[in-house]
Every structure is written in structure tokens, then in C-alpha cells.
């Protein structure tokens, strides 16, 4: 059982609260849909997916000297800002190269958080000597994205079920609102006593990571699963899945309820990640996840559409 009152419980808390309002995504259960009718096609949308891959690739070390040099705290709030920015360019976006940029902020946003916020809460339970329970810890953090996810999914179905200029926009801003309320929440943020305070040189930064890579190859590996397995899988099962349901004859409306139902799966094993690695090999479960990760862009892949739209960017018919 964690103890409360102390600093793990406050950012925690904190982290929950900032993660739930950050994965608000409305435009998320036809999010190929805007894109289609924003005039991008297949392969378009591939490369707005490499952008997004890119800025992450391109911000993880810059941004993790941040986090590292000055507080994850820091790289927080610079991530908050970054998602704003990246949010807000979708509004009229009908140029390939917004949506390219968009995607590419977007990943450097999400690089922000990526590792940082995991940095912040071994630290912040090692102050209180409950370091044991970081798998308990980050699957509560985690389960706020799903939590939210299912309202988000639905109600985005729900207004974009005429698939017009005017409701993809209203979904947009309703996510900036939401990203301004992360932005808020993550001032709320302690760092822990000592937390970026490493004053070495960037390059002996990146040096002293090649080595423990060298010293450590499963790191390594566990890297390439993430990179080459889990992000591509999710990101076109993320970018395409709505495009396929609709394709299959599933309102607009309806698709945010099967969407969200796999949320809630999703919710239930991210808050039983404690009880499930007592039971189970941590090597073995992410073998499985990847591998089913595998599977699913397989059965998931995309096939060729054709969609036209008239001049406020309805769609009027894909096939």
C-alpha cells in the first residue's frame, strides 16, 4: 500500500490528473476521416505518421538533458506548450506540410514526457523508500489516458457524425482547452530534493548512455521493441482504425463506442500492471504485448481509398 501525504503521492496525483487531461484527443475517432477530407491520402498520412516519429526521435536526448539538467518539471511545461502549438495548427490546416509540422511538434511534446515522468516518480518514491512500487505507481499514471479516452472517443464520434469542417474544428479547440488545463495542472509538479541537478557536460551525457547501452544490451533491445514494434503498430492502428470501421459500415456516431470499449480494457489491465508482473515474467508479458501489437497491424493494415470533398471540406464519399 503507498503512503500518502508524502511527495510520490503528490505528483502522482499530479501526474494523473495532467496525463488525463493531456490524452484528450476529440479528433482521435476520426482522425483519418479529417485527414482524408483535409485533402491528404494513404501515403500522405504515412509521412504525417513519420513526422510525429521524427520529432520524438529528434527531441528525446535534447529533452532528456532538460529534465535532467533543470527538472523534469521543465521539460514538462515545455512539452505542454510544444502539444498546444501542434493542436492549434490544425485549425484550417489543408497544406500537407501543417500537418507535417503539427506531427513533428507533436512527437518532440511527447518526448518531453517520455522518460521524464518516469525519472520524477522513482525519484519521488525513493524519498519516501517506496521505490518498490513503480510499476504500481506508473500503471495508475497510465490508466488516465484510457480513463478519459472512452468519454473522448465517444463524444468526438458524436459531434463529427457529419464529418463537416465546422465539427473537426469545434473537436480541435476542445482539445486545446483540454491542453491548457494540463499545461495548469503540470505548474502543480514537485521535483525531488537533488532532481536536475547533474551539471556534466551534454556530451558526457551521451557518452556515459552509449555505455550503459554497451554494459546493458537488453536495454537496447527494449528500446528497438518500443520503437519498431509498439509506436508504428499503435500509431497506425491510431491513424487508420476509424477509416476501416467506416469502410465497414459503422456510423460515424458508433465508432466511438468500439473505439472506446477497447479503452476500457486498455484501463483495467494498465491499473492491474502491479498484480500482473508479480505473476508473470516482465519479459514474457512484453513479448506477448508485442507480438499481439504485431498481429493487430496485420489485420488492421490500411487499403486503398478514394475520397472526394467539397469546398467547406466535407467528406462527402470515401470507398
Same mark, same amino acid.
Given at each position: 500500500?503507498m503512503?500518502?501525504?508524502?511527495?510520490?503521492?503528490?505528483n502522482?496525483?499530479?501526474?494523473?490528473?495532467?496525463?488525463?487531461?493531456? !490524452?484528450?484527443?476529440?479528433?482521435?475517432p476520426?482522425l @483519418?476521416?479529417?485527414y482524408f477530407?483535409?485533402?491528404?491520402?494513404?501515403?500522405?498520412i504515412l509521412w504525417?505518421?513519420?513526422c510525429?516519429?521524427?520529432?520524438?526521435?529528434v527531441? =528525446?536526448?535534447?529533452?532528456?538533458?532538460?529534465?535532467?539538467?533543470?527538472? %523534469?518539471?521543465?521539460?514538462?511545461?515545455?512539452?505542454?506548450?510544444?502539444?498546444?502549438?501542434?493542436?492549434a495548427?490544425?485549425?484550417?490546416?489543408? =497544406?500537407?506540410? +501543417?500537418?507535417?509540422?503539427?506531427?513533428?511538434?507533436?512527437?518532440f511534446? @511527447? !518526448?518531453?514526457?517520455?522518460?521524464?515522468?518516469?525519472a520524477?516518480i522513482y525519484?519521488?518514491?525513493?524519498?519516501?523508500?517506496? =521505490?518498490? +512500487?513503480?510499476?504500481?505507481?506508473?500503471?495508475?499514471?497510465?490508466? %488516465?489516458?484510457?480513463?478519459?479516452?472512452?468519454a473522448?472517443?465517444?463524444?468526438?464520434?458524436?459531434? /463529427?457524425k457529419?464529418?463537416?469542417?465546422?465539427?473537426?474544428?469545434?473537436?480541435?479547440?476542445?482539445?486545446?482547452?483540454?491542453?491548457?488545463?494540463?499545461?495548469?495542472?503540470?505548474?502543480?509538479?514537485?521535483?525531488?530534493?537533488?532532481?536536475?541537478?547533474?551539471?556534466?557536460?551534454?556530451?558526457?551525457?551521451v557518452?556515459?548512455?552509449m555505455? /550503459?547501452?554497451?554494459?546493458?544490451?537488453?536495454v +537496447?533491445?527494449?528500446?528497438?521493441?518500443v520503437?519498431?514494434?509498439?509506436?508504428?503498430?499503435?500509431?497506425?492502428?491510431?491513424?487508420f482504425?476509424?477509416k476501416?470501421?467506416?469502410? /465497414?459500415?459503422?456510423?460515424?456516431?458508433?465508432?466511438?463506442?468500439?473505439?472506446?470499449?477497447?479503452?476500457? &480494457?486498455? &484501463?483495467v489491465?494498465s491499473? !492491474?500492471i502491479?498484480?500482473?508482473?508479480?505473476?508473470?515474467?516482465r519479459?514474457?508479458?512484453?513479448?506477448?504485448?508485442?507480438? +499481439?501489437?504485431?498481429? &493487430?497491424?496485420?489485420?488492421?493494415?490500411?487499403?486503398?481509398? @478514394?475520397?472526394?470533398?467539397?469546398d467547406?471540406?466535407a467528406?462527402?464519399?470515401?470507398?
Amino acid at each position: 500500500m503507498m503512503k500518502k501525504g508524502t511527495l510520490a503521492a503528490h505528483n502522482i496525483r499530479v501526474l494523473f490528473w495532467a496525463d488525463l487531461f493531456g !490524452s484528450v484527443k476529440f479528433i482521435q475517432p476520426v482522425l @483519418a476521416l479529417f485527414y482524408f477530407s483535409r485533402g491528404l491520402d494513404e501515403a500522405l498520412i504515412l509521412w504525417v505518421m513519420f513526422c510525429w516519429s521524427f520529432g520524438v526521435l529528434v527531441g =528525446e536526448v535534447p529533452t532528456s538533458m532538460l529534465a535532467d539538467r533543470y527538472g %523534469a518539471k521543465r521539460a514538462f511545461l515545455l512539452g505542454s506548450v510544444f502539444s498546444i502549438i501542434s493542436h492549434a495548427m490544425l485549425l484550417g490546416a489543408d =497544406e500537407p506540410w +501543417l500537418f507535417f509540422m503539427s506531427n513533428f511538434l507533436s512527437g518532440f511534446a @511527447a !518526448s518531453c514526457f517520455s522518460g521524464a515522468d518516469e525519472a520524477l516518480i522513482y525519484e519521488s518514491l525513493k524519498a519516501s523508500n517506496e =521505490e518498490h +512500487l513503480m510499476d504500481q505507481a506508473m500503471g495508475i499514471i497510465q490508466s %488516465a489516458q484510457f480513463v478519459v479516452t472512452v468519454a473522448a472517443l465517444v463524444i468526438g464520434a458524436l459531434v /463529427a457524425k457529419d464529418l463537416t469542417n465546422g465539427q473537426f474544428n469545434l473537436l480541435i479547440v476542445l482539445g486545446i482547452v483540454f491542453q491548457c488545463v494540463r499545461l495548469v495542472l503540470v505548474f502543480l509538479v514537485k521535483n525531488p530534493p537533488g532532481h536536475g541537478a547533474y551539471r556534466g557536460q551534454p556530451l558526457s551525457q551521451v557518452k556515459e548512455g552509449m555505455l /550503459a547501452i554497451r554494459q546493458a544490451p537488453q536495454v +537496447l533491445w527494449m528500446f528497438l521493441n518500443v520503437t519498431l514494434v509498439f509506436i508504428p503498430t499503435t500509431a497506425i492502428f491510431e491513424n487508420f482504425s476509424d477509416k476501416l470501421l467506416y469502410d /465497414a459500415g459503422l456510423p460515424v456516431s458508433f465508432i466511438g463506442v468500439v473505439l472506446g470499449s477497447l479503452a476500457v &480494457f486498455s &484501463f483495467v489491465v494498465s491499473r !492491474s500492471i502491479g498484480w500482473l508482473t508479480t505473476r508473470f515474467s516482465r519479459i514474457g508479458l512484453m513479448h506477448a504485448t508485442g507480438a +499481439l501489437s504485431g498481429v &493487430f497491424a496485420i489485420v488492421e493494415r490500411p487499403h486503398p481509398i @478514394a475520397c472526394a470533398r467539397d469546398d467547406d471540406f466535407a467528406l462527402i464519399d470515401c470507398r
